[in-house]
């Protein structure tokens, strides 16, 4: 079997590869991977070092939105997870050109190249935030999509498009849509990564409008068992919902991180809120669970712990993503 990785060299799509490549799916065991990944800011081969040294690895450096590229990386492939994305709701807002190019152009040339190689399976992974914010209770699968930025509009898309390719084509596809992601290796620009870096190295973390904001919080390895379990015996055309069970406050998540890091609130700085800012999302995985027998694994104390440890034995891998922006930010707390 031989199974393409868009975006295989980001944070959840190298997870993923780490995991196939470790065995760690038996139905994928004796599968070969190809990574397909253009390595923006937000990829490095460095995440697949593990995996590649095993030698089922093969990597190609390509644009989704590179047809020539597509086309080398899909060669002989049975299987395609997608995972390749801009997924940076603030970079949106400042500009959505790069989102539409990758997201919606990346996705309709890859469902064309998985059309005629006649791919047996092709994951679209996608976002809670294609339905916009619910007030009270969780979407189901059959939600109608309301995005709120640029961003979740260019996910919407893409998921429309890979159902338009079943519907119209036959093509054999699954969507997915996870609620906030965390864990190892991910980029520092989002709230976990970005805040639990900045607490270690002694600078403020900015917190939107009032902290109220909710999500539903799932560890990146209950996400990968998620997909794999959609990849192996998920129903053609259908979209599964893959949750954490653990809704909080962003002010929930901060009190954590602060315990944490041993730092106190005098480290928040309260920021303006920004534009279109969902209030609250909510998955309902009743489908997931009873179709394919998932649930959630990894509570999030322990799954939080777990991160913040890597991070402060990884200062190295995150101050050279960080970089120059290491220093920028709000204003250091009067102390």
């Not at 976990?192 to 560890?219: A, M, S």
């Amino acid at each position: 079997m031989r199974i393409l990785v868009t975006g295989g060299a980001g944070f959840i799509g190298s997870h993923y590869v780490r995991q196939v490549a470790a065995k760690v799916y038996p139905a994928f065991a004796q599968a070969r991977l190809v990574v397909l990944d253009r390595l923006s800011y937000a990829g490095s081969w460095d995440n697949l070092s593990d995996a590649t040294d095993t030698g089922d690895v093969e990597v190609v450096h390509g644009d989704v939105a590179d047809p020539s590229a597509v086309e080398r990386a899909m060669s002989g492939v049975d299987v395609v997870i997608h995972f390749a994305a801009e997924s940076h709701v603030d970079r949106s807002i400042t500009g959505g050109e790069e989102f539409v190019h990758t997201n919606v152009l990346g996705t309709q040339i890859v469902l064309e190249a998985a059309r005629r190689h006649d791919v047996q399976r092709l994951v679209q992974i996608s976002t809670d935030e294609v339905y916009g914010s619910i007030k009270q209770g969780s979407w189901d699968e059959r939600e109608p999509l309301a995005p709120s930025s640029p961003y979740s509009a260019s996910k919407a898309s893409a998921d429309l498009l890979a159902l338009a390719y079943y519907r119209t084509y036959g093509l054999p596809v699954c969507i997915t849509r996870c609620s906030n992601n965390y864990g190892p290796n991910q980029f520092p620009e989002k709230m976990i990564p970005l805040f639990v870096t900045n607490l270690l190295d002694g600078l403020p973390i900015p917190l939107y409008g009032d902290g109220e904001n909710v999500r539903d919080w799932l560890h990146v390895d209950d996400h990968c068992r998620g997909i794999q379990l959609v990849a192996e015996s998920g129903r053609d055309g259908e979209v599964y919902h893959i949750g954490g069970g653990a809704e909080l406050t962003n002010r929930q998540v901060v009190e954590r991180l602060l315990s944490a890091t041993g730092r106190d609130w005098s480290w928040v700085q309260r920021v303006p809120d920004r534009p279109g800012h969902d209030r609250r999302y909510s998955l309902d995985y009743t489908k997931t669970a009873r179709e394919l027998g998932y649930q959630p694994r990894v509570d999030f104390e322990t799954g939080l712990a777990g991160t913040v440890h890597w991070y402060r034995k990884h200062r190295q891998w995150w101050e050279l993503r960080k970089g120059p922006q290491r220093q920028q930010g709000v204003d250091l707390p009067p102390r």
